[in-house]
């Protein structure tokens, strides 16, 4: 009886071990025809063939193409924002040792996810207040630790501009890869430029801070 307990207890952590890959080969297929595609264009089919099941798997485990879509884009905005959240709201660092995370986190993050800033920006303009809501947008530019030590030192600046320049520095490259990388050559190269932003942009905006 005991072997028969742990019997079934090995072949259901198999087989929930099995759902969690097969459910993360759906969403890496999805994310990779839904950036290529948009939402409106990309089909069911063109995921499964993508993550190289058949069509009847794919529903079985993401019911409609809406809601792949919906788990999809909620995982990569948190990817993309949330490493924002956590430093703009750390009381134990300073201003300027915030904008050196907050570039580190994101130029290490976008190197792994180069895609990622394309996918989220151009399904944007079809739910903004959504991604408003997500990210907490209001409360990071209202509210945030980062926001009040940007007053006690520049109260002149409107912080809402400061962290444009700031996600714009770090975002616009990644964006741009396509149309940049013909410009810059090799795949090595453009990725040596991108970890030499991480110390660039700290500086570009301390300058902003002391001389703007």
Do not use: C
Request: glycine fraction near 4%; hydrophobic fraction near 45%; aromatic fraction near 8%.
């Amino acid at each position: 009886m005991a072997k028969q307990t742990e019997n079934g207890l090995m072949a259901k952590a198999k087989k929930t071990q099995l759902d969690q890959s097969t459910e993360e080969k759906i969403k890496a297929a999805a994310g990779i025809v839904f950036t290529k595609k948009g939402y409106g264009n990309a089909r069911t089919r063109d995921i499964a063939e993508e993550a190289g099941i058949n069509l009847a798997l794919l529903n079985y485990y993401f019911r409609s193409k809406e809601k792949l879509f919906q788990i999809v884009m909620a995982e990569r905005i948190e990817k993309l924002f949330g490493v924002l959240a956590p430093v703009l709201n750390d009381a134990e660092t300073t201003l300027d040792e915030k904008l050196e995370k907050i570039t580190e986190n994101y130029i290490d993050m976008l190197l792994e996810h180069p895609d990622l800033p394309i996918f989220v920006l151009s399904e944007i303009r079809s739910n903004p207040e959504q991604l408003a809501n997500r990210v907490q947008a209001p409360k990071l530019l209202k509210d945030s630790v980062f926001v009040k030590q940007l007053a006690e030192r520049r109260s002149d600046i409107n912080p809402l501009h400061f962290i444009i320049n700031l996600l714009g520095m770090n975002l616009f490259p990644f964006v741009a890869k396509p149309v940049l990388q013909p410009v810059l050559g090799s795949e090595d190269f453009y990725r040596q430029m991108m970890v030499q932003r991480k110390k660039l942009i700290p500086a570009w905006m301390k300058l902003m801070l002391d001389h703007g």
